[in-house]
């Protein structure tokens, strides 16, 4: 039998946001699936809890919650041209990258310090510093909470776009991810197209000699310089996507905007802009908006002064969102999702 209980969520979520579920239940192993399908029945609607860090959680969640907390990490193959590594859902992110370099297991590095867990990752379809999740998956293994049945899933299975898939797509508490598998390519070779990893010293000079440790600490370091610590200033990481469009868009602001920031998608004829290029433009940078406020060092992160609540973050996002469609005629989509 599943035990469950009422939790205040605050302590799970990056942003520090006051919640709390009326039934929280705790997945630590595959035995206990059956049941949590059972119990999901039970309740309108179900919600996914891995490191809370890509969500805007309300004050009163009258959702069933799962919160993920399996763990394992291991070697399932080691071929010629590439290591093939699982991890169970519920490790921490960059944990599990820190020991895949410490191992050998090297092409997650440059995706180093991004909150979360290894089930969440291919939700969102992470990707940082030039590197995508799904450019280095597998497979994984989730559990169907409706057919109540585990499903191995390739990358044509999960949908994977910029910061998308088919689990996001999905109604939430649909699917629960299990373990994560993951291909990492032999030979390694370093990724360094970013700007801030070009401008890094010590990583441009000779790329024969580099290994993944020195890229690892590279985007640590970078990130721990323009990103805050949720332990320390609540935040959810990049607030909003970057928004794609026609390059014919990117064409007109150009002719405003000489020093507007964009990266071409090869063959597309579309472009991403730099939503935090146009939040700073737009005068955003380090402004409060009651009890939230966006970074005074990254405009594309939204952090809690203390005591947010959901409202006043969705009162801070609106008002960013509506001010950039202003002046650039450019939806911006937030990134965290919003449960209730």
Known sequence: MLHTSEQDLTAFNTLGLRARAQTVVRFHSQEQLPAISTLAGDHSSVF?????????????????????????????????????????????????????VEKGW????????????????????????????????????????????????????????????????????????VAVRFCLPRPWCPVLGYPDLQRY????????????????????DIRRQKLPDPAVLGNAGSFFKNPIVPLETRDRLLAIYPDLV?????????????????????????????????????????????????????ALADAIKTDIKNKFDVTLEQEPVAVS
């Open 262 to 314: 964009s990266y071409p998608i090869e063959g597309s004829g579309r472009c991403k802009l730099a939503a935090g290029w146009m939040i700073d433009r737009a005068g955003w940078k380090g402004r409060r908006l009651g009890a939230m406020a966006v970074h005074d060092r990254q405009a594309l992160v939204l952090v809690n002064k203390g005591g947010a609540t959901a409202a006043d973050v969705t």
């Open 48 to 100: 996914v809890l891995g490191g809370g860090s890509n969500v805007v959680l309300a004050p009163q969640l009258d959702c069933l919650v799962i919160k993920v907390e399996t763990r394992g990490v291991r070697l399932l193959e080691e071929r010629p041209d590439a290591f093939i590594v699982e991890a169970q859902a519920g490790e921490n992110w960059h944990a599990f990258v820190a020991h895949c």
């Open 106 to 177: 090297w092409g997650l590095e440059n995706l180093a310090l991004i909150p979360g867990t290894v089930g969440a990752a291919p939700v969102q379809n992470i990707g940082a510093y030039g590197v995508e999740l799904d450019q280095r998956f597998d497979s994984l293994t989730a559990w169907d909470m409706h057919t109540q049945k585990l499903v191995n899933m390739r990358a044509q299975d999960c949908g994977f776009s910029y910061r998308n898939s088919v689990f996001k797509q999905s109604k939430p508490g649909r699917w629960l991810i």
């Open 201 to 220: 010293p010590g990583l441009a000079a000779d790329k024969t000699s580099l290994n993944a440790k020195q890229v690892f600490d590279a985007v640590c």
